[in-house]
């Protein structure tokens, strides 16, 4: 052995401590996550429903993380005020988005949108998805979906629909419905879901895509007609009404979903993390009965999972919005 070879070992050894000594430094002054309040962006208005979908997932990863999450509404233009905000944070997984599939219409039908829907924002997970519900008011002669096509095709342009504004999911669906079955109705928008709802009890339009949590009451007293839901499956709380499939429109895919994000270069580490914690919240028996009850299935899962969601609405409704030609000043 030489002197050179025995000197060299000793180097490398002393190297191999230095280096350990500073992993070990940086692993001790990195704080563990979270070490601080979490907010989370609501870009809808308060007692909506990302409130309903958020709060009590919120409230279970309070307990969980030992850290506030608290929500912050930051609503207009269409949920975009409120992620234009999220878009620009800081990416350290302090600062979210709760939004709904709102998300993935707005840079098809606005003409400017604050961010880039898809460079600005990490999916983070899917919290929970339920139907729309195809609603006509009672007036209307049509027992099924296949009478309402047939009646709209005999009166093109004639037939109104009322959604909670332009843009929004209930309009996409029904743009949606249009191109699928070749028909031709007039959109007639409102501000907000209930609005629209109120409209069609009163007559003032023939038939919306809504809400369980809208429509439920109404249709149960008679004063809607439920023609069909969205869900690949049957609806538990209509089992009667069959689904758009069922219906003669195979391929038919409009729900509501609500989802978190994180700014885009938040690190895949925390982003993960985060999902974790929201997949084990959604799994438990409270929050599965909370969305039951208000009509949605808890979904969770992993970040690619929820990104290849995100990516195909993008797709779609984009497509709806060209061959519509729905765009929203």
Not at 72 to 91: C, E, F, N
Not at 260 to 286: C, Y
Not at 291 to 308: H, Q
């Amino acid at each position: 052995m030489t002197l050179h070879s025995t000197a060299s070992r000793r180097c490398a050894r002393g190297a191999a401590v230095v280096a350990g000594a500073l992993l070990a430094s940086a692993a001790w002054a990195q704080p563990a996550f979270p070490s601080k309040p979490i907010r989370v962006i609501n870009p809808f208005p308060p007692g909506g429903p990302v409130d309903v979908v958020g709060r009590p997932v919120f409230d279970r990863l309070r307990a969980n993380l030992g850290q506030p999450v608290i929500m912050d509404h930051r609503p207009g233009a269409g949920s975009m005020i409120g992620s234009a905000v999220v878009a620009k944070a800081p990416p350290d997984g302090y600062t979210l988005l709760a939004t709904a599939g709102q998300h993935t219409i707005n840079l098809s039908v606005y003409a400017k949108v604050p961010y880039d829907t898809v460079k600005d924002f990490a999916s983070v997970s899917m919290l929970a998805i339920g139907p729309y519900v195809f609603v006509v008011h009672p007036s209307v002669p049509a027992r099924s979906m296949k009478d309402l096509i047939g009646l709209a095709r005999k009166m093109p342009g004639k037939m109104t629909y009322a959604s909670a504004s332009p843009g929004s999911g209930f309009h996409m669906a029904a743009e949606l419905l249009n191109l699928m079955a070749g028909i031709k109705t007039l959109h007639v928008p409102y501000k907000g879901g209930a609005p629209a709802g109120v409209a069609l009890l009163g007559g003032e339009v023939d038939m919306m895509f809504s809400s369980p949590a809208v429509v439920l009451p109404h249709v149960q007293s008679g004063r809607m007609r439920a023609l069909a839901v969205t869900t690949p499956a049957r609806f538990q709380s209509l089992p009667d009404v069959p689904t758009m499939a069922e219906a003669g429109l195979a391929g038919f895919d409009a729900q509501s979903w609500y989802g978190m994000f994180a700014p885009a270069a938040t690190p895949t580490n925390i982003v993960n993390f985060i999902a974790d914690q929201l997949d084990r919240v959604l799994k438990t028996p409270e929050i599965r009965e909370a969305y039951r009850l208000a009509g949605l299935d808890p979904v969770g899962g992993t970040p690619a999972f929820f990104d290849e969601r995100v990516k195909s609405d993008i797709a779609k409704w984009a497509r709806v919005a060209r061959e519509a030609r729905v765009q929203v000043d």
